[in-house]
């Protein structure tokens, strides 16, 4: 059974950082992709980044890009979502999710989520 578990998420002020983990288990697929997504209330989910199992690499969406950093640690099979410098409108739920896939922040590629972790970033 595919699992993901995501932690890290937190109440944070606005310039601040936050380190989202996402612990996978119960794969085998040979190459994949994990993204990070994220959902607003009353807003569509948003992919927010992607990295690539076979070769690393990684893709991130403008609203984050070079704010936040996706890196992996393949033993521990996790993936983590450095954030910083964050603005009141990163709140959200951030999901990870995990498909066979090239890199993709398209959220219709993937069929296994995590349970989301709560990101408050305060004014």
């Known amino acids: 059974e595919v699992q993901l578990v995501e932690s890290g998420g937190g109440l944070v002020q606005a310039g601040g950082s936050l380190r989202l983990s996402c612990a996978a288990s119960?794969?085998?697929?040979?190459?994949?992709?994990i993204g990070w997504f994220r959902q607003a209330p009353g807003k569509e989910r948003e992919g927010v980044s992607c990295?690539?199992?076979?070769?690393?690499?990684?893709y991130y969406a403008d609203s984050v890009k070079g704010r936040f950093t996706i890196s992996s640690d393949n033993a521990k099979n996790t993936v983590y979502l450095q954030m910083n410098s964050l603005k009141p409108e990163d709140t959200a739920v951030y999901y990870c999710?995990?498909?066979?896939?090239?890199?993709?922040?398209?959220?219709?590629?993937?069929?296994?989520w995590g349970q989301g972790t709560q990101v408050t970033v305060s004014s």
């Open positions: 990295i690539s199992s076979s070769d690393g690499s990684t």
């Open positions: 999710a995990v498909e066979p896939t090239p890199c993709t922040v398209v959220a219709g590629r993937y069929d296994y």
């Open positions: 119960g794969f085998t697929f040979d190459d994949y992709a």
